[in-house]
């Protein structure tokens, strides 16, 4: 007998704040059995999976010009509501447009007797209460550090669950702890697991040094000019750059060959770090909630990469570097393998479930512990993965 069941209908929100958030949902996607609506005011990234629709929204950060020509910026109209939230700018047309756009489909989506199912919202508290108030359970995506303000508390409490995209126990989050039994800590999420990191041993280029940017910005005003200075520095070795002038889509062929890589603390790039097991440098760049400080820390404790709390003097340069080349990380307690997998069975359970069974989710048991006497198990629990990570001395010279 042939299934009338339709795939489910899944929305997705990616911010538009850098690339990763995209590069996250483009990893994803592909272990995702459903039909997807992108939101984002971000292009639709060129390799597009079937399947999938894209829908570009206008930007709600853009200052605006009234009618009586005067310029006003969103920051100075009352975007959080007294702490209430993150980002609702008072008579922002952008704001307006973007939210009515989310409504449209969802609702015309109802009307036309196939409504979403889930939204996966990676990142906004807003799109989160905005959409969860339409009716649609929500799966959020959540970022690491201090997340204990009301806006994140509000989106945690209305989401039915909670993708933490690292492993259990990386890092201290009370923010999680307090909705635990919605988390699903999935490990690194990143799109080149799977891409052969066993072979690259024969591919590292003895002295090459690659300096990894990034989309979301940096804490140095001349970038390109550290860089040389830095490769100025340390002699016998050879530097090469991505991020800086170009936008490199994949850069794997060329972290493959380098001996060590230098980059940022963000989660994609982290993730990437670890499927390629790869020898680092990582400097945290400044972000809200002190996310990439947090993962850094977490990288220093458990010794997986040479965390600098900034960018190093041109003198310190030849000990960093040679520190770097002496790591042998296990990277493995990223638990890269198989996250994105892991990420997208999260989604389709609450997909799955459309609007029956929207009570309390279940905590899941941590590896190899016996659930408690006549409890059953939680569904989905094979998606609590591994240990935590070793807890040591934490990131010395690094203000909180």
Do not use: C
Request: avoid cysteine; charged fraction near 20%.
């Amino acid at each position: 007998m042939t299934s009338t069941v339709a795939r489910p209908l899944v929305g997705w929100y990616v911010h538009h704040h850098g690339a990763g958030h995209r590069t996250r949902f483009s990893a994803v996607r592909p272990h995702l059995d459903a039909d997807v609506v992108v939101f984002s005011s971000l292009s639709a990234p060129v390799d597009l999976p079937d399947d999938t629709t894209w829908i570009e929204l206008e930007r709600d950060d853009a200052p605006t010009t009234g009618p009586d020509g005067v310029v006003r910026h969103p920051a100075d109209a009352s975007p959080t509501v007294g702490g209430l939230l993150h980002w609702a700018p008072v008579g922002h047309p952008g704001h307006a447009s973007r939210l009515g756009r989310i409504a449209g489909e969802i609702a015309g989506a109802a009307a036309g007797g196939r409504p979403f199912d889930a939204m996966v919202v990676d990142v906004s508290v807003e799109v989160t209460l905005f959409v969860r108030l339409l009716g649609v359970e929500v799966v959020v995506v959540s970022q690491p550090g201090d997340r204990t303000d009301e806006p994140h508390r509000l989106a945690y409490d209305a989401a039915s669950r909670v993708i933490a995209p690292w492993p259990a126990g990386t890092h201290d989050s009370s923010a999680l702890d307090r909705v635990a039994e919605k988390v699903r800590w999935v490990g690194g999420i990143s799109r080149q697991d799977g891409r052969g990191a066993s072979d690259r041993g024969s591919a590292v280029v003895p002295g090459s040094v690659l300096f990894v940017g990034g989309a979301g910005g940096s804490d140095h005003g001349d970038l390109s000019a550290a860089v040389a200075r830095a490769a100025r520095a340390t002699p016998g070795t050879t530097w090469s750059a991505l991020g800086l002038d170009t936008w490199v889509d994949d850069p794997w062929s060329a972290m493959t060959s380098a001996e060590v890589i230098v980059t940022w603390a963000g989660q994609n790039t982290v993730a990437d770090l670890a499927a390629l097991g790869a020898r680092a440098v990582v400097v945290p760049q400044t972000r809200p909630f002190d996310e990439q400080l947090t993962t850094a820390r977490a990288l220093d404790r458990a010794g997986l990469a040479v965390v600098a709390p900034s960018w190093p003097a041109d003198a310190e340069w030849p000990s960093v570097v040679e520190r770097a080349r002496g790591l042998r990380p296990d990277w493995s307690a990223w638990q890269v393998e198989g996250a994105a997998a892991r990420a997208a069975a999260v989604v389709a359970e609450v997909a799955g479930r459309g609007a029956h069974g929207v009570g309390p989710a279940r905590a899941e048991p941590a590896v190899g512990a016996e659930p408690a006497v006549g409890a059953e198990p939680a569904v989905g629990s094979d998606l609590a993965v591994g240990t935590d990570l070793a807890v040591g001395t934490d990131l010395a010279g690094v203000a909180s």
